[in-house]
């Protein structure tokens, strides 16, 4: 196990590096730099300060050179500015002499996100397990049947669309709900209390909106791997000894029937730090998806490369703790009985 | 696009949900209120300032929130013409090279650090100072001696006497030596914690969501009204507007569906908020490659001219809420030629033109010249105004037999693969109507190297000559007369057809007083520290 883990992790590096490699030349495909720009088509801006700023940059080098810079700064674990006029760090905050920090984009952004698409992955995964355990006891009823449809329409429906009414509906006609952004005006004067209950306001409706669309896909997933397993044989014997109907399915079916979720929880690692610009814009969240979205409009190729190393570090992470879970979890696959 | 397709539907959604909204007590938003300080005021602005040095920032958001922080020395009045801000006078020398600026007595940083002479001189090396990251730097480069004979005056010499002088000191802000000597400009916390003069001053800055400014009671003219400005980040202008309904925000700019068609359609909301419409700060235009056949033929471009019917655009694309123009600049502005009209609408005349430069209809309506079509490509940025006004043009040009496609490109490559290279027939794109009528840039015929701005390629000997003069002439009568003949080359020329230039829309809660309606030229915002909100009506959540 400890040769196959080492081996695993080994194979991370030529891995990362080759996706690095892919996206930075991908990257470079696109026209145009970061001195081309939309407020840079001004005719008071030289071209020859546009020029200046290509130099600084190294935007001037090919682009095999650009990536060898790139490679060296990122083995020190230095991810580097953002180009644009900020210049914040990409990734981790910095002091100046004087003791100013400068909070890194990622830093800034990663939080928000997470925190949401984790309460997001929560409710998603319990309130499928719930639905799925249901329709698949009650399968081929009207109960089955309208879950099912539920889902499928949550699936379907356009989620700015549905954020949109819903903020009108709870934020405009009704005035329960704060419309966008994560903190109310005021908010550095409530208590601490009051502060986190504020935060779960403006966090109800980006995050149900978010959560809507997944339940389709793992609620069916229960669904079936919960028929399955109700028809299997130790299911019946189960039932032949006379067990309460409630213990076979809650406890031995429903057990085995979530257990495929582990991978698809492993696999959902990397989709933690990504996020909607579509939602991000309509509810005023600074998330990952939005700083990506403007990073690549802007061709700020360290923010770009950053998120993108990041996310490939997570993804394979990701994957392999999948398979360890697995391996954890079902003592057939640790015993090598099935693959 | 998209963003159209969202409100599109997003209106739609809100005939579907019929609002049921009860109003639990009615203000009479118009009564008559006394003036005192205090209160905030919420405006949402869609993307977040950058660096609030302006010099290093480009884009708009950082130049508001900016503005009200730091002061240049003079700046423009509600008319556009030149007004003292740090200085309280200025002088041009004889030889129109010299000019001297007095500043105000007893000028204060917020800090409480006196302001001086040494203050701008040290901002001119700064913007001058090559390692300094400024596209802006080359109008100050001009400027061979700088001095400070004492701490309230600060005087400056040209090579040659350059016209555009004030204007680029009216927008250069001056920032304080004490603090940012020993600073690296281009990597430094002072872009996100400036210390400045003006009305205002950094309170805080919550990363992506707002920034919050308040009065600066040191302020060299007195605090203003309004004691506290909060910018916040809302990129999507639907949620803008349902903030605004919600009475969460009392500042934002609308587009023409929300001013022509939803306001009109809610009584609600008028009670509670005013419209403002100014005439924004740029024009449209239809620019030909001039490098390349056909649109090297003046008779051609002048046809297309004529067959473009800009009413329609400005109606259809506009709501109406655009004037068209003849020059480059302000309608009602100094610069502006009374004299000018734009090209009517005339197809019939467009097809005369056409058929002078050869092109005859055959028998399926298509214009021909020696076997081949007259047939091109118009590319414009991912901009939904722009889009549409393509969309129109297109069909105008069908009837008289013109074959047009579109073509739609994200900003980026627009630039890099088809303006530099120069690769393209006519673009759909914008220029600003700027207060200087300085366009040497766009238009002299040296400027068309790649990365310049005169990238189709205009060149006219008379116009290049007008441009040297009005660079160099500071009398602003005759100046006047320079420029309007310089428009008047280039609407005859017709290296662009001028479409429209939009009204900027603004919608404010009543509860902001102060305003003036109608807007004068230079805007509303340009007295916003005039500004007040009565006590009984504002907010009550936000503690002082």
Known sequence: MTAYLIKRILWMIPMLIGISLISFFIMHLAPGDVTSNESSFNPRASEESRQKLRELYNLDKPVIIQYGLWLKRIIELDFGNSFASHQKPVLWERKDKSGNITKGLIQESLPITLMINLLGIFIIFTISICLGTLSAVRQNTWVDRSITLFVFIAFAIPGFWLALLLMYWTGVSNQWLPISGLHSPGFENLSSFGQFIDLLKHLVLPVSISSLSGLAGISLYVRNGMLDILHQDFITTARSKGLQENKIVFIHALKNAILPLITIIGLSIPGLIGGSVIAESIFAIPGMGKLFYDSVLMRDFPVIMGILTIGSVLTLIGNLLADIGYAWADPRVRKGLVK | ?544
């Open chain 2, 1 to 544: 696009m998209k963003k159209f397709l969202i409100f599109t539907i997003f209106i739609y959604s809100l005939l579907l949900i019929s609002c049921s909204k009860k109003d639990s007590e009615v203000i009479d938003y118009n009564k008559k209120f006394m003036i005192n300080p205090g209160g905030s005021l919420i405006n949402a602005m869609t993307g977040e300032p950058s660096n609030l040095i302006a010099m290093i920032a480009g884009d708009s958001a950082s130049s508001a929130i900016a503005g009200n922080i730091f002061n240049s020395l003079i700046k423009y009045d509600e008319n556009l013409e030149y007004a003292p801000d740090l200085a309280e006078s200025w002088q041009i020398s004889n030889n129109q090279k010299t000019i001297t600026f007095k500043l105000k007595k007893g000028l204060k940083w917020q800090d409480g650090k006196p302001l001086t002479s040494s203050d701008v001189l040290f901002t001119w090396k700064l913007i001058t100072n090559p390692n300094t990251r400024t596209p802006y730097a080359s109008d100050y480069q001009l400027v061979i001696k700088a001095e400070t004979p004492n701490p309230l005056t600060f005087q400056i010499t040209y090579a040659d006497s350059y016209a555009p002088a004030l204007d680029t000191w009216a927008s250069l802000h001056i920032l304080p030596k004490h603090i940012l000597e020993n600073e690296d400009i281009n990597n430094t916390f002072f872009s996100r914690n400036p210390i400045g003069s003006s009305y205002y001053k950094l309170d805080n800055w919550i990363s992506g969501q707002q920034v919050t400014l308040k009065a600066n009671e040191k302020s060299i003219s007195g605090p203003p009204f309004i004691k506290k400005l909060i910018s916040r980040i809302i990129p999507d202008t639907s949620s803008q507007f349902l903030e605004l309904t919600a009475d969460n925000i009392d500042v934002m700019n609308i587009n023409p569906i929300q001013y022509q068609r939803v306001f009109p359609a809610k009584k609600d909301l008028q009670r509670k908020i005013e419209l403002y419409k100014e005439l924004g700060n740029g024009y449209t235009y239809l620019g030909f490659n001039l490098k390349k056949a056909p649109f090297n033929d003046i008779k051609v471009r002048q046809a297309l001219n004529y067959a473009i019917d800009k009413d329609e655009v400005i109606k259809g694309v506009l709501l109406g809420l655009g004037e068209s123009i003849s020059s480059p600049y302000k309608p009602g502005t100094r610069w502006n030629n009374p004299n000018l009209n734009p090209y009517p609408y005339n197809p019939k005349k467009a097809l005369k033109l056409l058929n002078k430069a050869g092109y005859i209809k055959n028998d399926k309506g298509i214009l021909l010249k020696n076997g081949k079509p007259l047939k091109f490509e118009i590319i414009t940025n991912q901009n939904k105004q722009r889009e549409m006004t393509a969309v129109l043009i297109q069909r105008r040009l069908q009837e008289i037999g013109v074959e047009v496609s579109i073509r739609v490109i994200e900003w980026a490559s627009f630039v890099n693969r088809f303006i530099k290279t120069g690769d393209f027939d006519v673009v759909v794109l914008g220029w600003s109507l700027s207060l200087d009528p300085d366009q040497y840039n766009i238009w002299h015929s040296s400027q068309q190297g790649p990365g310049q701005f005169n990238f189709l390629g205009y060149s006219n000997k008379n116009v290049d000559k007008l441009l040297e003069v009005g660079r160099k002439e500071l009398n602003i009568l005759k100046r006047e007369k320079i420029y309007h003949e310089f428009s008047k080359y280039l609407l005859e020329d017709s290296p662009i057809v001028y479409l429209y230039a939009g009204y900027s829309l603004s919608a404010v809660h009543k509860r902001v007083k102060g305003i003036k309606q109608p807007s004068p030229p230079a805007g509303i915002y340009h007295n916003n520290y005039d500004w007040f909100i009565p006590k009984p009506l504002r907010r009550n959540e936000i503690m002082e």
